[in-house]
């Protein structure tokens, strides 16, 4: 995927694989020099990503040789790749005869734990540059109809550095969040695109303006317990009764003990947030946190 993209003009970060560990050694090492750091410096991270697994699941973030040393060799083979200081943000397009019929930017309030569409202006002013990156990915996977879902990464200076992509609707509930946003079925828009047949006029009919026929900011953020047992769910009334939260899917504990999680792993439920303006939705979802569920308390 990464080689497609780089043969394409897209820009990426440094990347190999590794079949052993003195590999990902030789490649952290490899990475550090070319960093020109000195002995004694603290080494840049590198990122270790499983072939076989998706999302954050057998992706491990590596500065030492020795967290090297502790990897069962049966993870090997992996991916490596240098690491890329940035602001990470989603995307999700349908295409249609080879043309961008919707681009969706998708915030990260947290990775992994929060997010809302659309984004803040601050984010969405890279518009221009990050459709010009799809329809590179477009050129370079040959696409002509469906939907993808990349990650990208901007840099202070504005820099777009391609992360992966996705052939798949994404997680976190993102088209229900688009559907509260904009009014339109993300699903169907998948059917529409995918379908040659679909008309011109079926696709213009069907997809809304980006941002400016959107109604709000559509959010939510996952419960991760970080406690070893949960007795039962709490919500706080603040966050029941506060006038942007909308719904929840949280349930009351089958089990006290909290299962030990491989990356992220799967959360408990998700909080549903929506708001007019962005720079209050993110607020909010960022001060909720993920430590705790934003409120939710065990016991």
């Excluded at 076989?52 to 057998?58: F, P, R, S, T, V």
């Excluded at 040959?142 to 504005?158: A, C, K, L, N, R």
Aim: glycine share 8%.
């Amino acid at each position: 995927m990464k080689r497609r993209a780089q043969l394409g003009g897209i820009r990426v970060g440094i990347f190999e694989e590794a079949h052993d560990k003195s590999d990902a050694i030789r490649f952290l090492k490899r990475v550090n020099q070319t960093l020109l750091k000195l002995d004694g410096d603290p080494n840049d991270p590198i990122h270790l990503k499983a072939f076989d697994k998706a999302g954050c699941l057998g992706h491990r973030v590596i500065r030492s040789p020795d967290e090297i040393d502790t990897i069962p060799d049966e993870e090997f083979p992996v991916l490596m790749e240098s690491h890329l200081d940035g602001w990470e943000f989603a995307v999700e397009a349908w295409i249609h005869n080879g043309k961008i019929r919707f681009l969706n930017i998708s915030e990260y309030v947290t990775l992994g734990y929060s997010m809302f569409v659309p984004a803040t202006p601050e984010l969405e002013k890279y518009r221009p540059q990050i459709t010009e990156q799809i329809e590179k990915l477009i050129k370079a996977f040959d696409i002509q109809f469906g939907f993808i879902h990349p990650e990208y990464f901007v840099t202070s200076d504005g820099e777009m550095y391609f992360g992966e992509v996705a052939y798949r609707p994404p997680g976190f509930k993102v088209f229900e969040l688009l559907e509260r946003a904009y009014g339109f079925n993300a699903y169907q828009g998948m059917v529409l695109a995918f379908d040659p047949k679909t008309t011109e006029e079926e696709i213009e009919a069907f997809f809304p303006r980006e941002v400016v026929d959107a109604k709000g900011h559509a959010g939510c953020f996952g419960v991760y317990p970080r406690l070893h047992v949960v007795s039962r769910l709490e919500i706080p009334e603040e966050t029941e009764q506060h006038e942007y939260f909308e719904s929840r899917e949280l349930t009351a504990p089958l089990e006290e003990t909290v299962t030990k999680r491989t990356a992220f792993g799967t959360h408990w439920g998700l909080l549903y947030f929506f708001d007019d303006d962005p720079h209050r939705a993110s607020t909010r979802h960022g001060a909720s946190g993920a430590d705790d569920g934003g409120g939710i308390r065990g016991h």
